[in-house]
């Protein structure tokens, strides 16, 4: 008896099965890298916000502390535009809007109890693998990170 008269020709079949798993192996390493690199950028943002809110936090508001002083207890004051203008001076420094897209600061940023530094900061990534699938449809991933610091001093 011969072969083809058994069980049929599988020869084509076989070669399909391999190139459909092969291209799911594929899409599957693509997503993963993606996910990898978007979440790399997102780090890369929170140390951006953690180091302009340490900062923020130790650019106390000398009007408030001259006219008001400190409480026992409580810290060198801070207020609300003395850490966004910290936070902006630390950017420009810094140069991180030239490292992101569509870079801004929050206009959340400031404090929320005079003692804390409130830094927010937002951006839009795009992964660099599916860029042209994500900027087509998407227009990137946009990524808010928040960081807090409490001043030292006091």
């Known amino acids: 008896m011969t072969r083809q008269a058994e069980g049929g020709d599988d020869e084509g079949q076989v070669l399909l099965l391999i190139l459909g798993y092969a291209l799911i192996a594929l899409v599957l390493v693509l997503v993963v890298a993606s996910a990898s690199a978007v ?84 951006a839009v990534v795009t992964p660099p693998l599916i860029t042209s699938v994500i900027e087509n449809y998407a227009g990137g991933i946009p990524l808010e990170v928040t960081a807090r610091a409490r001043t030292g001093l006091g």
Do not use: C, N
């Open 39 to 122: 979440h790399l950028e997102r780090k890369r943002l929170l140390a951006v916000a953690d180091a302009a809110a340490l900062d923020a936090a130790d650019a106390f508001d000398a009007g408030a502390f001259y006219t008001e002083g400190t409480a026992p207890g409580r810290g060198v004051p801070i207020t609300d535009a003395s850490v966004r203008s910290s936070v902006d001076a630390y950017v420009a420094l810094l140069g991180a809007s030239a490292d992101f897209d569509a870079f801004a600061v929050s206009p959340r940023t400031g404090t929320p109890d005079g003692q804390t530094a409130e830094v927010t900061l937002v």
